[in-house]
Nanobody, 122 residues
Framework: QVQLVESGGGLVQPGGSVRLSCAVS????????MAWYRQAPGKKRDILAS??????ANYPDSAKGRFTISGDVTKTVYLQVDNLKPEDTAVYYC?????????????????WGQGTQVTVSS
């Protein structure tokens, strides 16, 4: 089992920045990769960035430029969001994909944090 706890959200003015943290604990040796998602009211949850255990970061085309993932997947993973806009208002979630060894091989398991609210408003 892996536990993820997000923090760092709050009310931010347009044009500002926020750094979200995801504290990782538990069986961190099972982590395959981690990611940050967000979900705005009435919308689906979208991926913003991912990080492999090597530390290599990957971003979907829709999120390139203002989002930066960093950290150590065995300790804390961060998401920096710059030049915030009102449409960035959402709940931001930390995600971990685990590869768990079983007698028959490996099984994949997904784990989510509880989310942290970011509200962009003047």
């Amino acid at each position: 089992q892996v536990q993820l706890v997000e923090s760092g959200g709050g009310l931010v003015q347009p044009g500002g920045s926020v750094r979200l943290s995801c504290a990782v604990s538990g069986s961190t040796e099972t982590i395959n990769f981690m990611a940050w998602y967000r979900q705005a009211p009435g919308k689906k949850r979208d991926i913003l960035a991912s990080m492999a255990i090597s530390g290599r970061a990957n971003y979907p085309d829709s999120a390139k430029g203002r989002f930066t993932i960093s950290g150590d997947v065995t300790k804390t993973v961060y998401l920096q969001v710059d030049n915030l806009k009102p449409e960035d208002t959402a709940v931001y979630y930390c995600f971990a994909n685990l590869l768990i060894h079983t007698p028959s091989g490996f099984t994949s398991q997904d784990t989510w944090g509880q989310g942290t609210q970011v509200t962009v408003s003047s």
